[in-house]
């Protein structure tokens, strides 16, 4: 039997899951109505997380946003104690994790609810090559890799004579 505390507990995650889910939707329908595609959304980007991200992820992450963090090796960084570089180097490392949240949020706004692709709509970075060129491709990879290799393999010479013959058969 399963306790009331389980049922309640994973009864309202689903819920707020499925609201989240239509919040989403929304988003993304009133983006798509202001922005004529998904470039032009994207060409505003940096104020887009700016302004609505960051402060929607909450203080915290607006702090961090905000914070000013001189760079490392700059003359105030130098002069700083050990403990002001150490809080300077976890600020900077938070920034980082901040900044990849809304990144991802940014992306799913875009990519899966304003702007989604077709499953038929493939961009030039999903492109499938044929099994061929794929072959060829990625015996030129390990050939080069074979010869710019600092430790030469003993038998380099015979893999390479392999590759070539390998690279004859496939384009015959």
């Given at each position: 039997?399963?306790?009331?505390n389980v049922k309640k507990t994973s009864t309202d995650a689903?819920?707020?899951?499925?609201?989240?889910?239509?919040?989403?939707?929304?988003?993304?329908?009133?983006?798509?109505?202001?922005?004529?595609?998904?470039?032009?959304?994207?060409?505003?980007?940096?104020?887009?997380?700016?302004?609505?991200?960051?402060?929607?992820?909450?203080?915290?992450?607006?702090?961090?946003?905000?914070?000013?963090?001189?760079?490392?090796?700059?003359?105030?960084?130098?002069?700083?104690?050990?403990?002001?570089?150490?809080?300077?180097?976890?600020?900077?490392?938070?920034?980082?994790?901040?900044?990849?949240?809304?990144?991802?949020?940014?992306?799913?706004?875009?990519?899966?609810?304003?702007?989604?692709?077709?499953?038929?709509?493939?961009?030039?970075?999903?492109?499938?090559?044929?099994?061929?060129?794929?072959?060829?491709?990625?015996?030129?990879?390990?050939?080069?890799?074979?010869?710019?290799?600092?430790?030469?393999?003993?038998?380099?010479?015979?893999?390479?004579?392999?590759?070539?013959?390998?690279?004859?058969?496939?384009?015959?």
């Amino acid at each position: 039997m399963i306790s009331s505390n389980v049922k309640k507990t994973s009864t309202d995650a689903i819920q707020s899951e499925l609201k989240s889910s239509k919040k989403w939707k929304e988003a993304g329908a009133v983006i798509a109505a202001e922005y004529e595609n998904a470039e032009a959304f994207t060409a505003i980007k940096d104020e887009y997380l700016d302004e609505v991200v960051y402060p929607a992820m909450g203080d915290e992450a607006l702090r961090i946003m905000r914070a000013e963090v001189p760079r490392k090796g700059s003359k105030e960084w130098n002069a700083a104690s050990g403990t002001q570089q150490a809080a300077w180097a976890a600020l900077n490392t938070a920034k980082i994790g901040v900044r990849g949240s809304a990144n991802s949020l940014f992306a799913r706004v875009r990519d899966r609810y304003a702007f989604p692709k077709s499953p038929d709509d493939k961009g030039a970075d999903q492109k499938r090559t044929d099994d061929t060129t794929y072959c060829l491709e990625r015996n030129a990879q390990c050939e080069k890799r074979l010869q710019k290799a600092e430790v030469a393999h003993k038998n380099t010479g015979k893999i390479l004579a392999l590759y070539a013959e390998i690279n004859k058969l496939l384009m015959g």
